[in-house]
């Protein structure tokens, strides 16, 4: 057939493919579902079901058919010797009789002897799913007992100081910043290992093998460019394999800790004390992954940071804010390798893999004459040292084993069917590691997988039948597809559906291929000519830089996603409701108008115009003049100063929150950030106040406590440069709008240091239309009565606006509430929040005086409109 097409690489379509097996998808399922179920289960109940699956499926492959042709032959002998009996009688008794005669007593018995008769594809199927599910059950059970085996978790329980030996088993990385209240929590270095060696206090020691989650405080607190002293810890050097000692507290892991049997969280955090040296095999692929890092240190930050993440997984540089963005528009698979990686690397050597089902042959191997089985062995080589630099992610797994069985049937000649080859791949790691049943990273994996393999080929034939090109036609099967069967578990992991994911992924799709093969030629060529290595990982800062572009325009949008149910039922109901939109756009594809008004309408969604959206929200209102952010247990207040331009004063303890609040006013240019002062929870999200946003300077108080939080604040208007300044009560401001503003607190140079960092908070008396809001920040009743008997305690009385000092806490001054006497009262806490905020004394001391009481965790965003005599507030 080849020979006769004239070409020397063959027939481009040689029709000898058969309809897709997928004899072993069941198989696979059951084997998956099981394991996922019985890492939690009893012994007893494992132990059950890998019986009762054993003798099941042995019955059916028992030859059912060869027993019944033997009972057939038996009963046929038995019959013949009563015939011939009978005859012998009956000769003795009254003379011959005819042989052969057939008496009553020789007719068969139907109820005895019955056996199954089930089809032979069928009964070979259904044996195959139940040894699978004995496997599966026997394979999660084993590993679920070698978790609970061992002095480890039985130490956690009580938590034991303990003296430990040991080996690490994944890269370190460092935790996510978070805010716990005013306080910026540490980050810390994470480190997966296992321990081979513990001996708790005055005991002796003892060998195990269990798996544990080590915790080292790096001492840096804080996100961004604060954080970047967390990343030179002498923790995160260490390479896997690498044994170390150290002194710690173990401690059990909370519910869903997957494969980890205890946290030890490390006391020595200084150096860690190397006991073994990792392996010849990680040294190496360590000196690639550093060769790499070393290539794109010139790079821009976005590229520097996405480069090493995109091709080996080291994602070390990758900030909370980028990740956030890739998050938000569903692009989260390139910030570390994936099991694309390893598909552009083998399709070099191979071929596409769309052309997996075909026999003929593509790639570089080909075209240098290499022999099937020759491609096969360098395939498995690069496959393996893929596994090994870029670290076994479930998603890396995947593809790896999925290729390998492709790599073996090309070696063997067999036909190479994707489907099969998934299925083989799934069953196999779900045997070898049932752990990975549970894991949402293999489950996506294997989605997005199938959905290329199933749904994107009949996808891309439909819309080529329409009229639209085939390279475009394929590159929007294959975005749809993969995001029609991912979006529900992404939904359940983010409680957000993102609707810029499809044409996201289309403009970041041809920068992937790329980035990824300049990349593995940097990491290759770094440990031996490093200036072209740097040469390479330039090229490739393009496309990741691209890529990177794309991810922050795609998630400033103000309708990038929509808030969903983070639940499993969620999922199913987003499953539906892909499910109706795909039924129903399948026959709008043939009414182009139709099309284009949905397009229309779904980019307005997206993009969402200031103004449309005012016509059908009524947010943000009119004329309003302030704004209450919602953003949990913090505090966020924009003040209007003019057609898309407003004073943020604090910025809550959220980047995103805060973002997303002023998108949705409509901000796009600060001329004045004010931070009352350096709690986590009024500074943490300044980075989403500058994120896209023309700002003109930051004014903070004077008191630099905690300092942490100080620096962290320097350090973010440093990378932008962004002027600091510093607020001095007796301070008047003006803006555009109407804006102005005179601060009030702290002093100049106070009589005593304050008691705290809230007792410093910046206060502002403001007035904008006619209206007069006071803003307290978080002064406590120490600096509230100090503010009594400044000379400006005359401008306090009968405000119309306050906001409420402390989140609306209990530490309050009376006499300054019944001095203010505000017609509102706005407090923003967060919903049921630990700290009981707002307090039931403050809240009926404010009603007390009069005052409308609104508050965020109830009310959501509020927006205060009108002039001095007609006040209004809005719900956002």
């Not at 039985?154 to 690490?168: H, P, W, Y």
């Not at 994707?418 to 791949?425: N, S, V, Y």
């Not at 475009?472 to 749809?480: R, T």
């Not at 397009?599 to 016509?615: D, E, K, M, S, Y």
Request: include cysteine; charge should be positive.
């Amino acid at each position: 057939m080849h020979a006769a097409s004239g070409n020397r690489l063959g027939d481009p379509h040689p029709r000898q493919e058969g309809p897709t097996d997928l004899r072993l998808v069941p198989p696979a399922l059951a084997a998956w579902l099981t394991a996922a179920l019985a890492l939690g289960a009893g012994p007893g109940r494992i132990v059950g079901v890998t019986v009762v699956c054993l003798v099941g499926g042995g019955l059916l492959l028992l030859p059912w058919r060869g027993l019944r042709r033997s009972r057939r032959r038996l009963r046929q002998s038995r019959r013949r010797l009563r015939q011939s009996r009978r005859g012998l009688r009956q000769s003795q008794e009254r003379g011959p009789l005819p042989w052969g005669g057939r008496g009553r007593s020789q007719q068969r018995e139907p109820w005895r002897g019955s056996l199954p008769s089930w089809p032979g594809g069928l009964r070979i199927s259904a044996a195959a799913v139940l040894l699978c599910v004995a496997a599966a059950a026997a394979s999660a059970g084993l590993h679920g007992a070698d978790l609970r085996r061992g002095p480890v978790p039985e130490l956690a329980e009580r938590f034991a100081t303990v003296t430990a030996e040991v080996r690490v088993t994944a890269d370190p990385r460092l935790s996510r910043p978070r805010v716990s209240g005013a306080h910026a929590l540490p980050v810390s270095v994470l480190v997966e290992a296992e321990v081979t060696r513990v001996e708790a206090a005055r005991g002796r020691a003892v060998e195990t093998r269990t798996p544990v989650l080590m915790t080292v405080d790096s001492g840096v607190r804080g996100d961004g460019p604060a954080a970047e002293g967390a990343a030179r810890s002498p923790w995160l050097a260490l390479l896997p394999s690498t044994r170390v000692r150290v002194d710690g507290r173990l401690a059990p892991v909370t519910a869903g800790g997957g494969r980890i049997a205890a946290v030890l969280r490390v006391r020595d955090r200084a150096v860690p004390r190397v006991v073994g040296e990792p392996s010849a095999t990680q040294r190496f692929a360590g000196r690639l992954r550093s060769g790499l890092r070393e290539a794109t240190h010139g790079l821009p930050a976005d590229a520097r940071a996405l480069l090493p993440g995109l091709v080996v997984g080291d994602t070390a540089r990758i900030t909370p804010e980028l990740d956030e963005a890739f998050k938000e528009t569903d692009l989260a698979h390139l910030l570390a390798v994936s099991g694309s990686n390893l598909t552009i690397i083998l399709a070099l050597l191979l071929g596409p893999p769309a052309l997996a089902q075909r026999a003929e042959r593509r790639g570089a191997a080909p075209r240098f004459g290499i022999s099937l089985r020759t491609t096969a062995l360098l395939g498995g080589a690069l496959t393996l040292a893929f596994v090994v630099v870029c670290r076994p992610d479930p998603s890396v797994l995947r593809a790896a084993a999925c290729g390998s069985v492709a790599l073996l049937a090309l070696a063997t000649g067999r036909r190479r069917s994707l489907i099969p080859a998934l299925a083989t791949a799934v069953l196999l790691l779900v045997l070898y590691d049932p752990w990975l049943a549970r894991s949402y990273g293999f489950l996506l994996s294997v989605l997005a997988t199938g959905a290329l393999l199933t749904l994107a080929p009949r996808w891309s034939v439909a819309l080529r039948r329409r009229g639209v090109p085939p390279r475009l036609a394929e590159a929007l099967a294959a975005a749809g597809a993969a995001q029609a069967l991912c979006s529900p578990v992404v939904a359940v992991l983010s409680a957000r559906v993102s609707l810029v994911a499809v044409p996201c992924n289309l403009l970041a799709e041809f920068a992937v291929a790329p980035a990824t093969v300049l990349g593995f030629a940097a990491l290759a060529t770094a440990p031996v000519a490093m200036p072209v290595a740097e040469v390479l990982a330039w090229c490739a800062g393009w496309p990741a830089g691209w890529i990177a572009d794309v991810a922050r325009t795609g998630a400033a949008l103000p309708g990038a996603g929509v808030d969903w149910p983070g639940s499993w039922s969620g999922a199913v109901l987003l499953a539906l409701a892909t499910v109706v939109v795909l039924f129903v756009g399948r026959r709008l594809v043939a009414r182009p108008w139709m099309c284009g008004a949905c397009a229309v309408l779904i980019a307005l969604v997206v993009v969402q115009p200031p103004p449309l959206t005012r016509v059908i929200t009524g947010w943000p209102p009119p004329g309003w003049r302030l704004a209450m952010c919602d953003v949990g247990q913090g505090d966020a207040t924009v003040l209007a100063a003019g057609d898309g331009s407003g004073v943020v004063v604090d910025a809550g303890p959220d980047p995103r929150l805060v973002d997303r609040c002023l998108r949705t006013l409509g901000i796009t240019r600060v001329p004045l950030v004010v931070l009352t002062h350096f709690h986590a929870d009024h500074v943490a999200g300044l980075p989403g106040v500058l994120r896209g946003r023309a700002v003109g300077a930051i004014e903070t108080t004077g008191f630099q406590e905690p300092p942490e939080q100080a620096e962290f604040v320097r350090r973010e208007a440093a990378a932008r440069g962004i002027p600091v300044t510093r607020a001095v009560a007796g301070e008047e401001r003006r803006s555009t709008g109407g804006l102005s503003w005179r601060v009030l607190w702290p002093p100049g140079s106070p009589a005593a240091e304050p008691e705290g960092a809230n007792d410093a908070s910046v206060t502002m008396l403001v007035r904008s239309g006619g209206l007069r809001m006071l803003l307290l920040g978080d002064l406590e009743p120490p600096a509230q009565q100090a503010l009594l008997r400044t000379p400006a305690a005359g401008l306090l009385g009968g405000v119309d606006v306050l906001k409420v000092a402390h989140h609306g806490s209990a530490y309050q001054d009376p006499r300054l509430i019944r001095a203010a006497a505000p017609r509102l009262a706005l407090i923003s806490c967060g919903r049921d929040n630990s700290y009981g905020h707002p307090a039931p004394g403050t809240v009926a001391a404010l009603r007390a005086v009069g005052a409308l009481v609104m508050r965020t965790d109830r009310d959501g965003a509020l927006a205060v409109t009108g002039t001095g005599g007609k006040l209004r507030v809005a719900r956002g």
